[in-house]
């Protein structure tokens, strides 16, 4: 089975392009709300086969793949190293559970889907497309094209949600999104221009060799570049100050969409940022690092404080994702091997898991917290407890992810950048860490308080009366998304620093960090099995 | 000078002047508008600027004609937003909304309740 | 306050890249000689076809999911569709207002040729420019046409046999480009038969580009259709 | 100073002129009319990069299909949102 798999691995790099490509088009003919079960069936293959192409990753470094046999610079190169390797798992693994739970949740009320699911399978196939696509390539210019896929879907996806307030937001972060890749495509232009290449790997060197010999017109003219595409995917990736758009898309779209949007597609963004900027960016933007620091630590305190004070329980969500996204900004300036042995980029990645986990676990419930309720407001959760236990202990899980306790996988991540952080002696970053851990305490506690208040008796009878069914599929894949976000911190932690860093990375993590967690493994599972 | 170059340099101004564009115009017609002189703007740099030395280059003319097609795209998704936005809500200035969105603590949640419950427009 | 501030960056921001482009220096690498090496294997002579169905063929077949996406949300702004009714062959229900005389006579003039010019535009592609984007929005120019002459209804949401026909070129793009896997590399064809194989690509997607292109338009259509 | 680069300062200008037309022109039935031209201009200026393809395909999306879906949501924007009793019924 093994050896099945590992022959997959090169193959896997295409078809996990060519497969939701292929279910997307089948879905649109299929028609209006049709093609959930092809949608979770393809997306279970492609779960093997981002698996088939870690583990290969993990065993024999990365893999290329050149589309059309030319080769960069001519053609166009697919490549999966650990980082895209981890991102494509970290997509597959949240969507299939997500459509499984957007089956559940567009398809209660008899077979046919409502209005809001109608075009969702389609577009999900081609959003997932579009970042698998985003994540395999080397060419910035593809990589362009991958951009307008994602955020085309995404909006569309916004708009899916029906009511006027979600074509508002659609169209807000339809212009931030051709404002960001329209910015990301004058870099592209740019660095053609000047180098003659839009290959990553072609790339690389030439503007080392530029930014080497000062004073040359090329220096100049990729720095500007630089600062454009940065600048554009910044204002996808939706970093305070350029987060205007996200709440309102995120908060009012249907759950899954939320979901989807907040656990996946900001992070598509945000790994392009990481891979140009550790990458072929590396020698002309290096000494900018502080800049998205503190931006940065800004959205983590600007993205709590809101969320604190939130009305609507989804946007309260929505806002603690302007707050999550800050973390992955944080640790620019820390490039480089902390004293557990594990890397920046690869202490962002387990972030940016353990959030899309959390986040996509949370959205889920808080659709079903709504749906059961009827009603949005974070008030209204009062008594939730009661009616819907399994969702809100799900909530209670991402929570606990999101807040950074141990032993979640947004702990382990939060973990090691505060130990990076004092290694490298930047005690301010190890502050706004905590501090980000506590305001994020605050409002998930906020929403737990009311949701274990005692209700009247007639009050609750009369919520009964309500209550609409939320199915029960719907219910255990939102606990699956949580459950995986804190097991991440246990089991998924060290291979997945190792995916990232090479063999032999992480060494000092399983000594520091997971034997001191063996007791609250125990005692996690015992509380997990409710 | 060349005058390849020429049109790259009037492309950036084109990219400037359509950005600006994006960001200040009201009325979201004018914002398509902006963003397609935007986006004309930088394909003008990317075939301008590598046909420089006079001679055509075919691979960022096929990439421009890449980009013309997800600019269409855009601009036809754009579109049928702002007519659905018309359609809904009987306006399609940009500044209303904004005034509207921000006045809450809830971009976007100020609008009528009908469509606050999770986004679900049937109920 | 705010516009200020956006127009002088905007300002400098173009003087500043203005000035460092005049004097940038030639560019290290040139695809240009790459590319004439590798135009015999390509298929077609025409060096902008080879690069957008062979070098960069990649590209093209991201592009056009693209504009299935924003086909898709087109779909999703203009659907009234009614949940009683069958969904997805909902045809719109046109006032029957007769067209402008005029426009009927030019519409039916010049639909035949535009097809026969977009047939020729797509089989030039080969050799010199032209190729199935442009023919298709040849195509979809004159759908419009038609539609204004009252021949082409608009509709609300499209049919089973419109989705197929809007589907199919994407899907014939996607089948040639996974068949190489299984001893290549995607979108590699043989030489021998690529340009046979660009043929097919390029003419699924002209009727599949035309048809989405046309639907961009068409779908919205009817929102003003009805009030004329 | 040559023809060419007479006729490229010329085009260039007009482009420049009609890209700012459909931004500030308070009219906006004109201001679309300006971006019709501007999508004209730059099929001529890829004319004159030796990219005719990009030109054919400007001139048939650009200055045609952009227009007609442009002149066509102006249209919708301008008339009163359509019959808000009809949309009603459908979404009951």
């Not at chain 1, 169209?171 to 839009?198: E, K, N, P, Q």
């Not at chain 1, 939706?238 to 898309?249: E, R, V």
């Not at chain 1, 060290?494 to 520091?512: F, N, R």
């Not at chain 3, 979108?187 to 009727?207: M, R």
């Amino acid at each position: 089975m093994t050896e099945r798999l590992a022959m997959l691995a090169p193959l896997a790099l295409p078809l996990l392009i060519l497969l939701p490509l292929a279910w997307a088009a089948l879905a649109f003919v299929l028609g209006t709300g049709r093609g959930s079960r092809l949608a979770i069936a393809a997306a279970a293959v492609q779960l093997m086969l981002a698996f088939a192409l870690a583990s290969a990753v993990m065993d024999g470094g990365p893999l290329h793949h050149a589309a059309g046999g030319w080769g960069a610079p001519l053609g166009i190169d697919l490549v999966a190293d650990g980082l895209a390797a981890a991102m494509l798992l970290l997509t597959q693994a949240v969507a299939l559970p997500l459509f499984i739970f957007a089956r559940g949740y567009f398809h209660q009320d008899g077979a046919r889907p409502d209005a809001a699911g109608h075009h969702f399978w389609p577009l999900a196939g081609f959003l997932v497309a579009g970042m698998n696509a985003l994540y395999l390539s080397e060419d910035i210019f593809n990589l362009y094209v991958t951009l307008e896929l994602v955020g085309l879907a995404a909006v569309g996806l916004v708009a899916s949600g029906g009511g006027a307030a979600q074509t508002a937001a659609a169209l807000r972060y339809l212009f931030a999104a051709l404002l960001g890749s329209g910015a990301y495509l004058l870099g592209v232009a740019l660095l053609y221009g000047a180098f003659g290449s839009v290959s990553m790997a072609t790339l690389t060197p030439l503007i080392a060799g530029a930014s080497a010999s000062a004073g040359a017109g090329a220096s100049e003219v990729a720095l500007i570049a630089a600062l454009l595409m940065m600048a554009g995917l910044l204002m996808k990736s939706a970093l305070f100050p350029f987060h205007f758009w996200l709440p309102p898309a995120h908060g009012g779209a249907p759950a899954p969409v939320s979901a989807l949007l907040s656990a996946l597609v900001v992070k598509a963004s945000i790994y392009l940022v990481l891979r140009l900027w550790l990458g072929p960016l590396a020698p002309l933007l290096t000494p900018l690092a502080w800049l998205p620091t503190l931006l940065g630590t800004a959205a983590i305190l600007w993205g709590s404080w809101r969320a604190i004070h939130a009305e609507r329980l989804k946007l309260l969500v929505a806002y603690s994702t302007v707050a999550q996204l800050g973390y992955l900004f944080l640790a620019l300036p820390l490039v480089g091997v902390g004293s557990t042995g594990a890397s920046a980029s690869a202490i962002l990645t387990l972030q940016a898991l353990a959030h899309g986990l959390g986040k996509a676990a949370m959205f889920a419930a808080a659709g079903i917290i709504i749906h059961a309720t009827g009603r949005d407001r974070v008030d209204d959760v009062a008594g939730i407890a009661e009616r819907l236990p399994l969702t809100l202990f799900t909530f209670a899980l991402a929570g606990v992810s999101l807040m950074g306790l141990p032993p979640s996988g947004g702990f382990l991540a939060k973990w090691l950048l505060i130990d990076l952080a004092m290694a490298r002696g930047h005690w301010p970053l190890v502050a706004v860490i905590l501090a980000g851990g506590l305001l994020a305490a605050i409002y998930i506690f906020r929403v737990l308080r009311l949701a274990f208040l005692n209700l009247p008796e007639a009050v609750i009878e009369a919520e009964h009366h309500k209550a609409r069914v939320v199915p029960r599929s719907a219910e255990w894949m939102a606990f699956t998304l949580a459950a995986a976000s804190v097991l991440l911190g246990l089991f998924g932690g060290l291979p997945l620093l190792q995916l990232v860093d090479g063999v032999g990375a992480g060494e000092g993590v399983t000594s520091g960090v997971t034997s001191g967690l063996v007791p609250g493994l125990t005692s996690g599972a015992v509380v997990g099995a409710p | 000078m060349s005058g390849a170059l020429l049109y790259a340099i009037a492309g950036v101004l084109l990219f400037a002047a359509g950005a600006a564009g994006v960001v200040l115009l009201d009325h979201l017609l004018r914002r398509v508008l902006a963003f397609n002189i935007m986006g004309s703007g930088a394909c003008l740099v990317l075939v301008g600027l590598a046909q420089r030395n006079g001679i055509p280059d075919p691979v960022p003319q096929a990439m421009v004609l890449t980009g013309i097609v997800v600019a269409v795209a855009a601009t036809g998704l754009a579109l049928a937003l702002i007519r659905r936005l018309h359609a809904q809500t009987g306006h399609a200035d940009g500044k209303t909304e904004e005034e509207r969105v921000k006045g809450e603590t809830g971009a976007g949640c100020s609008l009528p309740a009908s469509h606050s419950v999770a986004g679900r427009g049937d109920d | 306050m705010k516009r200020l501030v956006t127009l002088s960056a905007a300002a400098i921001f173009a003087a500043l890249l203005i000035d460092v482009l005049l004097d940038l220096p030639a560019a290290a690498l040139d695809l240009r000689a790459l590319l004439a090496e590798a135009m015999p294997a390509s298929g077609v002579a025409h060096p902008v076809t080879a690069v957008l169905l062979n070098t960069r063929g990649y590209d093209t077949l991201l592009e056009i999911a693209v504009l299935l996406v924003a086909l898709l949300g087109v779909v999703i702004s203009s659907a009234r569709t009614n949940l009683s009714s069958d969904p997805g062959r909902t045809p719109a229900s046109h006032v029957a207002i007769d067209a402008d005389p005029m426009v009927s006579a030019l519409a039916r003039l010049v639909t035949p040729l535009a097809v026969i010019f977009a047939i020729y535009v797509l089989w030039a592609g080969a050799h010199r420019p032209g190729g199935a984007f442009q023919a298709a929005a040849i195509l979809a120019a004159a759908l419009v046409l038609l539609h204004f002459a009252r021949i082409v209804p608009a509709c609300t949401a499209p049919s089973c046999r419109l989705r197929v026909a809007a589907v199919a070129g994407f899907a014939i793009f996607l089948v040639i480009a996974a068949i190489p896997l299984a001893g290549g590399a995607l979108l590699q064809y043989p030489p021998a038969a690529a340009g046979l194989l660009i043929l097919a690509i390029e003419s699924g997607l002209t009727v599949s580009l035309a048809l989405v292109l046309a639907g961009l338009f068409l779908l919205l259509a009817d929102d003003a259709g009805g009030r004329q | 100073m040559s023809a060419a680069l007479a006729f490229d300062l010329l085009l260039v200008a007009l482009l420049l002129l009609a890209a700012l037309r459909a931004m500030t022109t308070p009219r906006l039935g004109q201001a679309l009319l300006a971006f019709v031209v501007f999508g004209l201009l730059m099929a001529l200026a890829w004319v004159r990069l030796d990219a005719p393809d990009i030109a054919l395909a400007e001139a048939a999306v650009g200055a045609g299909l952009s227009g007609v879906l442009l002149f066509d949501a102006w249209r919708a924007l301008r008339g009163e949102p359509p019959d808000e009793a009809s949309t009603a019924e459908h979404t009951r």
